[in-house]
């Protein structure tokens, strides 16, 4: 952890909104001490570091990852993510031996998701049994084993039924979880891949939808449904590509999936739910698990990811907001997301304006997890 006072000058910060103008960033320990204006300063304390004039940010936060050792979060912590939220763990062990890990990112996890009875949670990636859900009457049992496991939020696996037959769980047991979910006063997160999913969670109403629909773009009526419910859009555009370009446009082996799948689709729901006024958040699906439809680097992935959103329609601001004040905000991570006195000390420092260019957050000069210098 952070010791010592740190002075960052002559950098502009990242205000949520633009950048401010050239100022002077006191780290004290593992808080933010001051932030003013005050360019050309030289600045004191035991660590001066002169930003040159460029950019600095909150930590970034990752809304969707899977952890599976130590090396996840140094690779994460190397392009800036300082938040990760895991989005199902195959155990609370390796959970609580990657928290205890010094200098690096903070993770929020869901433990085992909910899934059917055959579904590829248990049957292709290693989840264990106690992760089935067998219907409605199964609800509360789950959720109440995911309060004992100490959980952050609940992840339930929403897939078309019309595809997946008994291997889906059905929306009476959606409606459910998701009501032994807010019961116990945790958020549910639904993995939804096809349009059918995507209904079926809305209903639902969960608060979170991660992932996007790769089988069609989602329905008008559906996106106003979203949008009018105030639910969160985490789409994970980079594995939404890589699951597309490897089926090869075909459904092949997506036993998920109808039809065609095609990537063009998740990016023009994307541009409907943020015209729309969805919250849309910058989540990666980044994983090294063997059995993953897709393998995604941590860290480097969430500024593909930032691209990506850019070029579905949200400005570089936006994107940059979708990975700091967003999620810090809508996630009770209260202690981050802003560059502002007494907040956490997780800090990227880059080169270059991302409000301008969101390419600019890959020239990372520093990271800093709650006053420590990781990069």
Known sequence: MGSGVTTIVNVRVFTGDGLSELSTVV??????????????GEGDGDVVVDGGGGTLMPGLIDSHVHLFGAGDLERASTWGVTTMLDMGAPSMELIAGLRAVPDAPTIRT?????????????????????????????????????????????????????????????????????IAAHTNRLRAYAHVTTVAAAQLAATAWVDVLTHVAL???????????????????????????????????????????????????????VTALHEAGVAVLVGTDSNSAPGSP??????????????????AGLSPVEAL???TVLPARMFDLRDRGAVTPGLRADLV???????????????????????????
């Open 110 to 178: 869901a433990g085992l998701p909910a899934s059917a009875p055959g579904g590829m949670q248990t049957t292709r990636m290693g989840f264990a049994r106690d992760s089935v859900v067998t219907g409605p009457g199964d609800a509360e049992r789950f959720v109440a084993a995911r309060v004992a496991d100490g959980v952050d939020y609940i992840k339930i696996i929403a897939e078309d039924p019309a595809a997946m037959g008994a291997a889906a769980l059905d929306g009476p047991t959606i409606d459910a979880l998701v």
């Open 27 to 40: 780290i004290g320990g593992e808080v933010i001490v001051s932030v003013t204006a005050d360019a050309g």
């Open 215 to 269: 089988d069609a773009g989602l329905p008008a009526a559906l996106v106003t449904e979203v949008a009018a419910k105030g639910l969160v859009s985490v789409p994970t555009l980079v594995m939404m590509r890589g699951v597309a370009e490897k089926a090869g446009g075909a459904s092949g082996d997506l036993v998920t999936h109808r039809g065609v799948v095609d990537f063009a689709h998740a990016v023009a729901s």
């Open 321 to 323: 907001r979708g990975a």
């Open 349 to 375: 420092l880059v080169e270059g304006d991302p409000t301008v260019d969101i390419a600019a957050t890959r020239a990372i000069r520093g990271v800093w997890i709650a006053g420590a210098r990781v990069r």
């Open 294 to 311: 897709f393998g995604i680097a941590h860290g480097e992935s969430l500024h593909d990811e930032l691209g990506l959103l850019v070029e």
